[in-house]
């Protein structure tokens, strides 16, 4: 048995406030699921990135004291 999306949204109507809530949240989470599974993807590759060229020697490295003094400064 198909439901039609007028008879659901006729049902939604129909729940409280807060359970009207919580059915948006579900079906927004149920769009960005892949949407998140591809960001999730593309910060693992770019963590995988900055590893392998910090490995290599290929990136500049800062003390965290002179990033912090830095900072400080810029602030004033």
Do not use: C, H
């Amino acid at each position: 048995m198909s439901v039609s999306l007028i008879d659901v949204e006729q049902q939604a109507r129909r729940l409280s406030p807060d359970e009207r809530a919580r059915l948006a949240e579900v079906l927004l989470e149920s769009l960005q699921n892949g949407f998140i599974s591809e960001i999730e993807a593309a910060w693992q590759q770019e963590i995988e990135s900055r590893v392998a060229a910090y490995d290599r020697g290929d990136t500049q490295t800062f003390l965290a004291e002179e990033v912090f003094a830095e900072a400080k400064r810029l602030i004033r």
